[in-house]
DNA sequence: CAAGCGTGGGA
DNA sequence: TTCCCAAGCTT
């Protein structure tokens, strides 16, 4: 690992914030430094493209547009609001954070990393960036974009996924950080990672901190960051049953607070390739699986749906859920995680795999 | 501290 | 198809 004299410390300093005064990025969450605003960005981007977080970023702040709006808004509407961006609990800490600052803060953040780490949610990256940003402590905060940077910068060999990694990156970068602008520094270092010192196909040679780079001056752009595989998803097989009646009804089903996709609506799952079962046996199935009892009697249809599956990857999961369609005579009463509802509804929070599944079943239906 | 927890995009 | 990547946190 390199060590930086005083002077190239400031040259680097220097170097870096004016290339991001002159060609930072113009984001929604970079219009002003309120700390409801940086504390929001930063968990939206938790391992999510910044595409894919802007729409959400902007429809949040419409329906929320205070802090104060959100402590007094519901769980449900939460996860609705946040359907499809993965990772729910990010969901469910957000509103959990927004209670205690309201209500047993009097409405006041925590001004420092060590303080903001307590909230529900908010680790050592958020923590570092709200205090850098929202409230100028000189703290780092150590992203996958951080550690790629000062990775080749300063050639750090630390495997990125390991419990070191932190502790590593933390006393190496700490020391650069300038104490007058410590928020644009971290802001710079990620708009740096993500333009020309990207995962794949780096620029190098263009950077503005080239000249800092020892793996670049090296030429082994390519061996930095150290970072070690991920393990590949298990592969799980589940049967959806589309539950309907004639007028279009279907049985939607929460599952559990905790787990994947927690709290979210489906059309109720069974587990493994349910296609040739018998009705009497889904149904014994379901019952078992989700405390859902309905009289064999009462099945008018049994379709299958379509030829194939719906297929989603969770990050240690690989699903393939095959489609059952029964048509019901009439609606039969119902656990307390469990509803009625059009089979196109739009009150309850959909994870993406229930909207695959729907898609699929709207292609494929028959009638 | 290893494992669990989403999703979309690109090569 | 498969793999990796993208502003991580919790238990």
Known sequence: ?????????????????????????????????????????????????????????????????????????????????????????????????????????????PTTAAGLKQLPGIGDYVAGAVASIAFGEPVPAIDGNAYRVFARLLLIDTDIRSGAAQRVFRAAITPLIPQDRPGDFNQAVMDLGSSYMTAKHPDSAHSPVAAFDAAYQQGVTDQYPVKSAKKKPVAKTYTALVLTTPDGQAVWQQRPSRGLLASLWTWPLLTGDQRAATVPELLTQLAAAHAITMASAAVLRDQSVGAGSVTHVFTHQHWTVYLRHLTLAAPTALPANARWLPLAQQTLAEPTLQRKMAAYYNKNKTD
């Open 1 to 109: 690992m390199i060590q930086w004299d005083a002077a190239t410390i400031k040259q680097f300093q220097d170097t870096l914030l004016g290339w991001y005064d002159a060609h930072g990025r113009a984001l929604p969450w970079r219009r002003d430094h309120a700390p409801y605003h940086v504390w929001l960005s930063e968990v939206m981007l938790q391992q999510t493209g910044v595409q894919t977080v802007i729409p959400y970023y902007e429809r949040w702040l419409a329906h929320w547009p205070t802090l104060t709006d959100l402590a007094a808004a519901d769980e449900a509407a939460v996860l609705k609001e946040w359907a499809g961006l993965g990772y729910y609990s990010r969901a469910r800490n957000l509103l959990k954070t927004a209670q205690i600052i309201t209500q047993e803060r009097g409405g006041q953040w």
